[in-house]
């Protein structure tokens, strides 16, 4: 079936009405940006993807208008799932979600995020599997990430170390030739793949051995602070809300 201009409005109408009220998405609907926006704290959209043509639901004419039409919110939600390029079966989510009441009430909506972060595109986004492990593990060291380092550069700030101006030993020059290394294959997994769940494993290297550089009894504490901010970029690009413990002004 051809896709034209009013199929594709149907669709773009379908994200925005149902992940708005999931708070899921943006308002706005649209595809990734450049790498020059991204970087530059451009917000874009993680989970738009065009349309999956190869979907049961894209079989007949009037697909599009009976999902966009129907009052059941579940069979909306599977059709923008599946147009989004997550499979999803329809009468396996029915037996567990009926209303976007109940998918937000087993899944908030940060867990939400990161199951789509996590989730490659090439695979099905399962919303019904409670071997939610993986988004536990990224989402409490993240936490943990932000609160410990947010918090020690907090107190450098306060005792006036952060100083860009300090020659890096040895050791710093290594720390930031890995942190250059992990932002490399970053961009590739951003650009050249799309690849969010490799992004994401990057960003998990980069916390981990900024944490362990951290334990050192001289560390360049600028050094630290311009990982800690591209972190919190990317976060912030990805749609995960996480409290700035360094830059907010609340004493943690």
């Not at 250059?180 to 650009?191: F, H, N, T």
Request: glycine share 4%; with cysteine.
């Amino acid at each position: 079936m051809k896709y034209n201009d009013t199929n594709r409005k149907l669709s773009q109408d379908m994200f925005n009405k149902l992940f708005e009220a999931l708070h899921i998405l943006p308002p706005s609907f649209g595809s990734f940006t450049s790498l020059t926006d991204i970087m530059s704290s451009t917000v874009f959209d993680i989970c738009t993807s065009g349309c999956n043509l190869n979907s049961a639901r894209h079989d007949g004419d009037t697909a599009q208008l009976q999902a966009f039409n129907n009052n059941n919110i579940v069979s909306s939600m599977t059709y923008v799932i599946e147009i989004g390029g997550l499979a999803a079966d329809q009468n396996e989510i029915a037996t567990v979600f009926n209303t976007t009441d109940e998918l937000t009430a087993k899944n908030k909506h940060h867990n939400l995020r990161l199951y789509c972060l996590l989730n490659p595109w090439s695979s099905m986004l399962n919303l019904m599997n409670n071997e939610n492990d993986n988004v536990t593990t990224y989402h409490r060291a993240i936490k943990s990430f932000i609160h410990d380092v947010g918090k020690s550069l907090k107190t450098a700030k306060t005792l006036k170390l952060i100083n860009p101006y300090i020659i890096l030993n040895e050791y710093d020059n290594k720390m930031n030739q890995e942190f250059s290394e992990i932002k490399k294959k970053i961009y590739i997994a951003l650009c050249d793949g799309i690849d969010l769940p490799g992004a994401m494993e990057q960003i998990m290297n980069l916390m981990t051995i900024t944490e362990e550089y951290t334990k050192m009894e001289k560390i360049h504490v600028k050094l630290i602070e311009n990982i800690y901010d591209f972190i919190m970029n990317l976060l912030k690009i990805f749609g995960l809300k996480y409290e700035d413990v360094f830059h907010c002004n609340e004493d943690y």
